[in-house]
């Protein structure tokens, strides 16, 4: 699969599915993406999230990514997070998982998802990219998400790229979008920014956001773990991805109606989106096991509230 565009459209922020002794579920595994593939236009596995990436051992990283793999088979494009503590480290990671992909040929879309505030500062970053992308077969995507910085140990001025410093990095032809979290002031100075690259994509990261306004892109979905169908529904309808009759009246309320319930959804699994999510793909027999990193803490959900909803609403 060529990948000289990103994709457009529901981005999924795949949990990372483990078994009891910490390793990935190969069968858990398998039946999430059964359940997502058929609707989403692309996964992001190993995310600073859902992915629980940087509490992922690099052995672990590569199981994922081979397995995964091995399952999509090339059907739609993969996310991966590849960023690290450092700037030397996250070179050893990618050079890891590209040697990976290049000993089974595989033959899939890759994108390189990379959050280069996480392990750098603005000041030389497009040095950074010229050195980091010289060598490389798949192509990036920068995830500009302020609050991952926020939680770093070590203070830095800066939580978000600044504009003129992506207009910089949109030179590199490699670097073909980015998924964005923070204020709608800032991506508007983006978007202004980035109208030499009309092929350059632009993600919302925050739902609520999406959904309210969504971009012309697509959007990075935490809740389509548990509604892929739903998400895609309203994703696709907001991007005009669908051929639709929209004279028919019913048209604008369903893809309303659909929006209120993925808010809803949004509701529950905020407080705790990694624990909660895994515990009621559980439930739905998706997964085996709701084992969890060291990065997401406990939750101790006295109520089964997420799976009360899903039955409620007949989310498949």
């Not at 992922?56 to 690290?84: H, M, N, V, Y």
């Not at 892929?228 to 309808?237: E, G």
Request: aromatic content about 10%.
């Amino acid at each position: 699969m060529e990948c000289s565009k990103a994709p457009k459209g529901l981005l999924v922020d795949l949990v990372t599915p483990l078994n009891d002794k910490g390793d990935i579920d190969n069968d858990g595994l398998g039946s999430l993406l059964q359940k997502v593939l058929p609707h989403a236009d692309a996964v992001l596995l190993a995310s600073p999230k859902m992915g629980e990436g940087s509490g992922l051992s690099l052995k672990l990283k590569t199981d994922l990514l081979k397995k995964a793999t091995a399952f999509i088979q090339g059907r739609i494009p993969i996310f991966f997070w590849i960023s690290e503590d450092s700037p030397e480290n996250t070179k050893k990671t990618l050079a890891l998982l590209e040697d990976l992909l290049k000993s089974y040929s595989y033959k899939g879309g890759v994108f390189w998802l990379d959050s280069p505030l996480y392990y750098h500062s603005n000041r030389g970053l497009y040095g950074h990219y010229q050195d980091l992308t010289l060598n490389t077969k798949y192509p990036f995507v920068l995830y500009n998400d302020p609050g991952l910085i926020t939680m770093l140990e070590r203070p830095l001025k800066r939580c978000n790229i600044r504009t003129n410093i992506l207009k910089n990095l949109t030179e590199i032809d490699k670097i073909k979008a980015l998924i964005f979290r923070g204020s709608l002031t800032r991506v508007n100075n983006y978007q202004k920014a980035l109208n030499r690259r009309p092929d350059f994509r632009v993600y919302d990261g925050d739902e609520d956001r999406f959904l309210e306004y969504p971009s012309m892109s697509g959007v990075l979905s935490i809740g389509a773990n548990i509604a892929p169908q739903i998400w895609s529904n309203v994703t696709r309808a907001s991007l005009g991805m669908i051929e639709e009759d929209r004279e028919k009246r019913d048209y604008l309320h369903q893809i309303w109606e659909m929006g209120k319930v993925l808010k809803d959804l949004k509701k529950i699994y905020n407080p705790n989106p990694v624990w909660t999510i895994k515990k009621s793909l559980v439930d739905l027999n998706i997964l085996g096991f709701h084992t969890c990193t060291s990065v997401t803490s406990p939750y101790d959900e006295k109520e089964n509230v997420l799976a009360e909803f899903i039955s409620t609403h007949a989310i498949e």
